[in-house]
């Protein structure tokens, strides 16, 4: 019942445009609604994940035009060549470190964020500041790996028939 969404929607769909979704809710009702817009599944999808296997993103690949890979996954090999690739997203520049368990949160903080910007709020929860890791300033006093891909990285998954990579940004 969102008007504006529905007018996004809309407006998309005239240009032959795409959606990055977090949610089965609106998976459901875009498909029903809006059948010929192509669907991506946001990285925020395998972050609420607890166990994602090869069935995990097989299912993926099936139901979304494209969906990330969860940042953790990209160091384990055996997983990336067992998944398919077509579709797959590898996400490059993810700031935290391996396994934060605050990894959910960061992604939950960002959006809220940015929901709370479009509707005219200026907030910042300040989320970030519990994390140990992020900003990446905080990273200096860890040994622990930060999940940021390497040019070497990235090519090597290049080779390994990987195609698209997602670069993050949400600040200027």
């Known amino acids: 019942h969102d008007r504006d969404c529905n007018c996004l929607l809309d407006i998309i769909r005239y240009y032959e445009g795409e959606v990055i979704i977090a949610s089965d809710c609106l998976y459901e009702y875009i498909s029903d609604k809006y059948p010929e817009i192509p669907i991506h599944a946001s990285v925020i999808m395998t972050a609420q994940q607890e166990t994602r296997d090869k069935n995990y993103y097989d299912l993926l690949s099936q139901k979304y035009a494209h969906y990330v890979v969860h940042p953790d996954d990209n160091f384990d090999r055996k997983l990336l060549n067992s998944i398919k690739?077509?579709?797959?997203?590898?996400?490059v520049n993810e700031r935290?470190?391996?396994a934060c368990p605050l990894r959910k949160r960061h992604y939950e903080s960002i959006s809220e964020e940015q929901f709370r910007e479009v509707e005219g709020e200026k907030v910042h929860f300040s989320f970030l500041d519990s994390c140990s890791f992020i900003p990446e300033y905080k990273q200096y006093y860890t040994s622990r790996r930060n999940v940021s891909l390497s040019v070497a990285e990235v090519r090597d998954l290049a080779r390994e028939g990987f195609t698209c990579f997602k670069i993050q940004g949400r600040e200027g």
């Open 96 to 98: 935290c470190v391996f």
């Open 85 to 91: 690739k077509e579709n797959a997203e590898i996400l």
